[in-house]
């Protein structure tokens, strides 16, 4: 046995025992003696489980090969940046890091607080996961998986070359980050005591703050090496899912600070984004789902299916039954208008909500194929379709509560306008693009407006900040889609150079092959070929914008490109070389050039979105 499964098995039997001693409730007189040392239990806890994530670590630096997990995901010429994020590439090394993340919530949880029942749900979920980490086996060793092996293995596997990217560093841990700080979420509505919003508003934010993140990094990475920022992948798809449920809650819990009126509706969101986090995990990494993620799985794992499946059947049977005793009295202000703020707020989280639940049909529906063998696929053309007529609903909401509710009317005329114009005009000689460009053109002139209200309003400048910090948001979200819609008129071509220096015009720009390099040892990993091209980038009046390397590797049977890109400030360009290249007999050489604009207004409009939660996370966190 392994020392690391030694601290595994210490931090499950101490966050156990400290899990029996917050139980309220006869104890035997020596267990009652042990109650004031509950905090240190759990502090041992979190320490041996803190000493295994740290080991493991250690052994991927030090190249510690009899692991099988070392040796499956790293060798000896990894960067140790990479050996780092080799952490949580497959499914023993990600549950180990989650499952840190939810004992250490556990521990703060207990530490600030003196009474609650938060704590038992949060320690209980870390330790379901804390055995499920023990059953994947993180410390198994090699010659136990590979008993043919004749001895330690004297390098490993390696890292799949897509994951030697600096965004591998962030992307992994900024989604199960902010999948661990949604159980204080969860927790807090399944108690539903007075304070329980109050308790989770900071964990809620940060959490959504933090998956934001994780999503936009995981989009710059899969732009690096997919060609596209966004995927419909299962991957892509249920981290989406859960950021829009968790900002439909992050409404609901705004509303009920001020009114009250949502006291069913907004612990039950917060509870089910928590659920719909678990069923994520399960789809990123138990590989059932065909995945271009699916590079560490080691295959479905039905202990974590059945765990998020009676999760969800508690979680459901707990709303139910507070419906059917749901006897509060809501607090009204009497009548309102059909465009007010209640209906209007109501309306946007119903929307989240959908769009949500659109992304979680096509998700199970693709996992009930996948598992019954079908050989069937969702189409990707589903999600658009579905999405597509949500996304520009949510849009106009948006835009109409950025108004003050005397000047809603005129606002609606406002959207008409622009919608006639558009499609009457026929800008962009497609109707759905049209419709897109007014809505979101609207959307974006009322974020303006609403932040330079809040801008003169007479009010401490932090007060201020913070007054426009959520219509900073709805404007990143317009500012976002911009780009996106942007980008869709990209050009794209395969350009055939015949020699050295020769130029080829790709829309706004020229195109220079400068040099060719085969083949040359790779930095990060073995390759049997690898080649690489040099090119440089002219604007049109022929001044030199940027020069670089453009990359093709073979591994393995595997074909590894690694563009050059440059990021323009209203274009981006980006040159992958097709690894056809000679100089001898004949010179030939390919490589596909894309011009894609708007890519630096989507990063643009997704930092938006993130900086406007950073004054509300700076603020007090005030009770109401």
Same mark, same amino acid.
């Not at 202990?303 to 499946?309: K, T």
């Given at each position: 046995m392994?020392?690391?499964?030694?601290?595994?098995y210490?931090?499950?039997?101490s966050?156990?025992?400290?899990l029996?001693?917050?139980?309220?409730?006869?104890?035997?007189?020596?267990?009652?003696?042990?109650v004031?040392y509950?905090?240190?239990?759990?502090?041992?806890?979190?320490?041996?489980?803190?000493l295994?994530?740290?080991?493991?670590?250690?052994?991927?630096?030090?190249?510690?090969?009899?692991?099988?997990?070392v040796y499956?995901?790293?060798?000896?010429?990894?960067?140790p940046?990479y050996?780092?994020?080799?952490?949580?590439?497959?499914?023993?090394?990600?549950?180990l890091?989650?499952t840190?993340?939810?004992?250490l919530i556990?521990?703060?949880?207990?530490?600030?607080y003196?009474?609650?029942?938060?704590?038992?749900?949060i320690?209980?979920l870390?330790?379901?996961?804390?055995l499920?980490t023990i059953?994947?086996?993180?410390?198994?060793?090699?010659?136990?998986?590979?008993?043919?092996?004749?001895?330690?293995?004297?390098?490993?596997?390696g890292?799949?070359p897509?994951?030697?990217?600096?965004?591998?560093?962030f992307?992994?841990?900024?989604?199960?980050?902010?999948?661990a700080?949604?159980?204080?979420?969860?927790?807090?509505?399944?108690?539903?005591?007075?304070?329980?919003?109050?308790?989770?508003?900071?964990a809620?934010r940060?959490?959504?703050?933090?998956?934001?993140?994780g999503?936009?990094?995981?989009?710059?990475?899969?732009?690096?090496v997919?060609?596209s920022y966004?995927?419909?992948?299962p991957?892509?798809?249920s981290?989406? &899912?859960?950021w829009? &449920?968790?900002?439909?809650?992050?409404h609901?819990?705004?509303?009920?600070?001020?009114?009250?009126?949502?006291?069913?509706?907004?612990?039950?969101?917060g509870?089910?984004?928590?659920?719909?986090?678990?069923?994520?995990?399960?789809?990123?990494r138990?590989?059932?789902?065909q995945s271009?993620?699916?590079?560490?799985?080691t295959?479905?794992? &039905?202990?974590?299916? %059945?765990?998020?499946?009676?999760?969800?059947?508690?979680?459901?049977?707990?709303?139910f039954?507070w419906?059917?005793?749901?006897?509060?009295?809501?607090?009204?202000s009497?009548p309102?208008?059909l465009?007010?703020?209640s209906?209007?707020?109501?309306l946007?989280?119903?929307?989240?909500?959908?769009?949500?639940a659109?992304?979680?049909t096509?998700?199970?529906?693709?996992?009930?194929?996948?598992?019954?063998g079908?050989?069937?696929?969702?189409?990707?053309e589903?999600?658009?379709?579905?999405?597509?007529?949500?996304?520009?609903?949510?849009?106009?909401?948006?835009?109409?509560?950025m108004?003050g509710?005397?000047?809603?009317?005129?606002?609606?005329?406002?959207?008409?306008?622009?919608?006639?114009?558009?499609?009457?005009?026929?800008?962009?000689?497609?109707?759905?693009?049209?419709?897109?460009?007014?809505v979101?053109?609207?959307?974006?002139?009322?974020g303006?407006?609403?932040i330079?209200?809040?801008?003169?309003?007479?009010?401490?400048?932090?007060?201020?900040?913070?007054?426009a910090?959520?219509h900073?948001?709805?404007l990143?979200?317009?500012?976002?889609?911009?780009?996106v819609?942007?980008?869709?008129?990209?050009?794209?071509?395969?350009?055939?150079?015949?020699?050295f220096?020769?130029?080829?015009?790709v829309?706004?720009?020229?195109?220079?092959?400068?040099?060719?390099?085969?083949?040359?040892?790779?930095?990060?990993?073995?390759?049997?070929?690898t080649?690489?091209?040099?090119?440089?980038? %002219?604007?049109?009046?022929?001044?030199?914008?940027?020069?670089?390397?453009?990359?093709?590797?073979?591994?393995?049977?595997?074909?590894?490109?690694?563009?050059?890109?440059?990021?323009?400030?209203?274009?981006?360009?980006?040159?992958?070389?097709?690894?056809?290249?000679?100089?001898?007999?004949?010179?030939?050489?390919?490589?596909?050039?894309k011009?894609?604009?708007?890519?630096?207004?989507?990063?643009?409009?997704?930092?938006?979105?993130?900086?406007?939660?950073l004054?509300?996370?700076?603020?007090?966190?005030?009770k109401?």
């Open positions: 392994n020392i690391g499964d030694v601290f595994l210490l931090s499950f039997l966050g156990l025992l400290t029996l001693l917050l139980w309220e409730s006869p104890r035997l007189e020596y267990i009652d003696r042990l004031p509950r905090n240190w239990s759990m502090r041992i806890s979190a320490t041996f489980l803190t295994a994530v740290v080991l493991l670590v250690y052994y991927f630096i030090v190249s510690d090969f009899s692991l099988h997990y499956s995901f790293s060798s000896l010429d990894l960067p940046i050996k780092l994020s080799a952490l949580w590439t497959g499914e023993e090394g990600s549950m890091f989650f840190l993340g939810l004992m556990a521990t703060y949880m207990l530490e600030k003196q009474s609650g029942a938060e704590r038992h749900i320690l209980s870390a330790l379901l996961f804390l499920l059953l994947l086996g993180p410390f198994a060793a090699t010659l136990d998986v590979h008993p043919d092996m004749t001895g330690v293995p004297q390098d490993g596997l890292l799949n897509l994951l030697v990217n600096i965004w591998m560093v992307h992994p841990p900024g989604i199960f980050i902010g999948y700080l949604m159980s204080v979420i969860f927790a807090s509505a399944a108690v539903r005591a007075t304070d329980w919003e109050s308790k989770s508003r900071g809620a940060w959490a959504w703050l933090i998956l934001g993140a999503i936009v990094s995981g989009c710059i990475w899969s732009y690096e997919w060609e966004w995927i419909w992948d991957a892509f798809t981290s989406l &899912m859960v829009l &449920m968790l900002t439909a809650y992050l609901t819990a705004a509303r009920f600070r001020k009114s009250w009126d949502l006291s069913l509706l907004s612990p039950a969101t509870i089910m984004s928590f659920v719909i986090a678990l069923y994520s995990i399960y789809i990123i138990s590989g059932t789902i271009v993620h699916s590079f560490g799985e295959g479905e794992n &039905m202990f974590l299916l %059945y765990m998020v499946v009676v999760i969800f059947i508690i979680s459901a049977g707990m709303i039954t419906a059917l005793k749901n006897k509060e009295k809501q607090r009204s009497g309102e208008g465009l007010s703020d209906n209007l707020f109501l946007t989280t119903v929307l989240f909500l959908m769009l949500s659109v992304l979680f096509g998700l199970s529906y693709s996992l009930i194929l996948d598992i019954f079908s050989g069937m696929a969702i189409s990707i589903l999600f658009n379709d579905w999405s597509y007529p949500l996304t520009i609903l949510l849009l106009v909401t948006m835009g109409l509560c108004f509710a005397s000047y809603r009317r005129l606002a609606i005329v406002l959207a008409a306008i622009l919608l006639l114009v558009f499609t009457g005009l026929d800008v962009t000689h497609d109707i759905y693009d049209n419709i897109s460009v007014a979101i053109i609207f959307a974006t002139l009322a303006l407006y609403r330079s209200r809040s801008a003169v309003v007479k009010a401490p400048a932090g007060a201020r900040l913070r007054s910090s959520p900073l948001v709805h990143g979200i317009a500012v976002m889609l911009i780009g819609l942007m980008s869709t008129y990209y050009t794209g071509e395969t350009v055939y150079f015949r020699s220096n020769e130029k080829k015009s829309g706004d720009f020229e195109i220079e092959l400068v040099n060719l390099a085969f083949p040359v040892s790779h930095e990060h990993y073995a390759a049997t070929l080649k690489i091209g040099t090119y440089t980038i %002219y604007r049109k009046n022929g001044s030199i914008i940027a020069t670089g390397d453009a990359s093709f590797a073979e591994k393995e049977g595997e074909y590894i490109t690694q563009p050059f890109i440059y990021n323009g400030l209203l274009s981006d360009v980006r040159i992958t070389y097709q690894g056809i290249g000679t100089t001898t007999p004949i010179f030939i050489s390919f490589a596909n050039i011009v894609v604009p708007g890519m630096t207004v989507i990063w643009g409009g997704c930092l938006l979105i993130l900086a406007g939660m004054p509300v996370l700076s603020g007090r966190n005030k109401k």
